[in-house]
């Protein structure tokens, strides 16, 4: 057994992100919008241009880029842009046309499974069932067997943009719950934010796997490598987060999201220790796989099952949100074994 | 808001300094003769729970010791643990999920 290593005394003090580079008419002028501290009163239609092109918006690189800045303007922020653009109006119009777009793709591709009965025990056992059915995680086999350094970097690069503010979309649900699924939610993302100790921060322990492996742990510092796929699956569950209605899908979310890390993180500890990363730099996976086994427990029980004894109309949503997180995460997923199987990078082309 | 040259607000006034139950709350005393604080009353003091996850690990919450069987106290990092109950965890005595794998049952 691994013992856990001495976290240093490295606080991960991130910045606002710098802007990226435009993937497309929409994505252009929003960043000049920005940029310029321009009003942004034409990115309605810009938008709706945007989604009317689009062959598939989860891929859609314009869409999916366009979506994320915007969220990100009610995260950590963009360098060089006023923080009171997160309110300004014409922007939240234009970001509401990509989320409207965005949700109905969502739940036109993914497939609800049986409902349960509307009991803590029943909802549980469904999310347990569902997220099983998904079967053996091929992606983390393959980074435990196969994965070349090369690959299990752009991984690490894939994966910085959500895990340099792991946990942050989820902690929008809090004011929006109450009693027993808030205080689950509060329990698991405080085990998230290292229980009061900023070395222990999710983000922050894999911040040092990211340098471990000489990349670069600033948050954004890999968005122009990452493709539409990739966004998409972190655009979902801020999309979540950021709207009272979805709460259900935002707790449904979480529980998939940590009914399936536990036995992939596993795996993905035993790749990096095959390609000859050290206890610390493994630190990160090591963690998940002890964590995530207490976390899917509360999150299925105490979060979504709580959530929907108190309130039966969400479990609908709780399902839809559980689903959604199986479907993008998937085709996130998906997209690094297609494109590591025919011999490709998974990042973008920016050439 | 009245202006204070010291530009400190003006202290609010204090409440009782204990509640009809008899609770009284931290900070300074600052009425003399304040009755002194009394002992945590027991339905206030958090017990340590066991929950008995159905096919899934024991969820343990508040101050309970894991030891190994020779007595030495197995390091915990978070307030809540699952401890293995199906006997396959690689990282035992905590759960790594590997139930979920081999169909570890706790009813039939």
């Not at chain 1, 999710?202 to 796929?229: E, K, M, N, Q």
């Not at chain 1, 979060?303 to 949503?317: K, N, Q, R, S």
């Not at chain 2, 009394?38 to 969820?59: H, L, N, W, Y």
Request: with cysteine.
């Amino acid at each position: 057994m691994t013992t856990t290593p001495v976290p240093d005394t490295t606080v991960l003090t991130q910045h606002p992100m710098t802007l990226p580079e435009a993937r497309g008419p929409f994505t252009a002028a929003l960043l000049t919008a920005l940029r310029d501290g321009a009003p942004a009163d034409h990115l309605a239609d810009l938008a709706r241009a945007a989604v009317a092109a689009a062959e598939d918006l989860v891929r859609d690189e314009d869409v999916q880029l366009g979506l994320f800045v915007l969220y990100e303007l009610h995260h950590g922020g963009i360098a060089g842009v006023d923080d009171d653009r997160e309110w300004d109006v014409d922007l939240l119009t234009a970001r509401a046309v990509l989320e409207e777009a965005f949700e109905a793709v969502l739940r036109e591709r993914v497939a609800l499974p049986e409902r349960p009965e509307p009991t803590a025990d029943a909802v549980a056992a469904a999310l347990f069932a569902l997220t099983a059915e998904d079967g053996p995680p091929r992606l983390a086999r393959f980074i435990a067997r196969q994965a070349t350094l090369e690959q299990v970097r752009e991984l690490l690069v894939q994966r910085s943009i959500y895990t340099l503010k792991e946990a942050d979309p989820h902690s929008w649900g809090i004011p929006r719950l109450s009693g027993r699924a808030k205080a689950a939610l509060v329990e698991i993302q405080s085990d998230e934010y290292g229980g009061g100790r900023p070395q222990r921060m999710h983000s922050a322990i894999f911040a040092r796997t990211v340098r471990a492996a000489g990349l670069d742990d600033a948050y954004g510092a890999y968005l122009d490598d990452v493709p539409a796929v990739t966004l998409a699956s972190t655009n979902a569950m801020v999309l979540f987060g950021l709207h009272r209605r979805l709460r259900g899908a935002l707790v449904g979310h979480l529980a998939a999201f940590e009914m399936t890390s536990s036995i992939p993180s596993r795996f993905h500890a035993e790749g990096f220790r095959r390609l000859g990363f050290d206890d610390d730099a493994c630190w990160y996976f090591d963690e998940h796989v002890e964590a995530d086994a207490v976390h899917e427990q509360i999150a299925g029980r105490d979060l979504a099952g709580g959530l929907v004894e108190g309130d039966p109309t969400l479990l609908d949503d709780v399902l839809f949100g559980a689903a959604a997180c199986l479907a993008v995460d998937g085709w996130a997923g998906q997209h690094l074994l297609d494109s590591w199987t025919d011999g490709r990078s998974s990042l973008r082309d920016r050439s | 808001m009245t202006s204070d040259p010291t530009g400190h607000a003006p202290a609010p006034a204090r409440a009782a300094a204990s509640t009809p139950d008899g609770f009284v709350p931290t900070g300074p005393r600052l009425l003399p003769g304040t009755p002194p604080r009394p002992a945590p009353r027991a339905d206030r003091v958090e017990r340590p729970s066991i929950t008995a996850t159905p096919d899934g690990p024991f969820i343990v919450r508040g101050d309970v010791e894991i030891v190994t069987p020779d007595g030495t106290p197995v390091p915990r990092d978070r307030r809540t643990v699952a401890l293995c109950r199906c006997g396959t965890s690689t990282i035992a005595p905590w759960c790594d999920g590997s139930h979920k794998i081999t169909g570890f049952r706790t009813e039939r």
